[in-house]
């Protein structure tokens, strides 16, 4: 399990506006975290695209359109994650940490 690798998660029970179900979700933490911490923080991915907002990043994952959504950025236990899907290429990782830092940043 390593940053910006997209394994299944499931993300019930939930609260609110939080996404829910089974779902892939992309590693965010970073590996050092992930290597000793029994959570992982996470981006959840959803097939509800909204190319306008800001807080979202489109791909593909599995040959499908796919949203990753920073906006619903959460901290999960590792006991949540399931097997491994695929890895981000070096492009959507770079404008996954661009978002966050405009998001989250200073």
């Known amino acids: 399990m390593r940053r910006y690798d997209i394994?299944?998660?499931e993300l019930d029970p939930v609260r609110?506006?939080?996404i829910a179900k089974a779902r892939p979700v992309v590693?965010?933490?970073?590996?050092?975290?992930n290597e000793v911490l029994a959570t992982v923080t996470v981006c959840p991915?959803?097939?509800q695209t909204h190319p306008g907002w800001r807080s979202r990043i489109q791909i593909r994952c599995?040959?499908?359109?796919?949203e990753i959504a920073v906006d619903q950025i959460r901290?999960?236990?590792r006991q949540r994650l399931g097997r491994k899907l695929a890895t981000l290429s070096e492009r959507d990782a770079s404008a996954l940490r661009r978002v966050i830092t405009?998001?989250?940043?200073?």
């Open 62 to 66: 599995a040959g499908k359109p796919a």
């Open 27 to 33: 590693i965010v933490s970073l590996d050092v975290l």
């Open 16 to 18: 609110g506006s939080e």
């Open 45 to 47: 991915l959803t097939s």
């Open 75 to 77: 901290t999960i236990s």
């Open 102 to 106: 405009e998001m989250y940043g200073e």
């Open 7 to 9: 394994v299944w998660a």
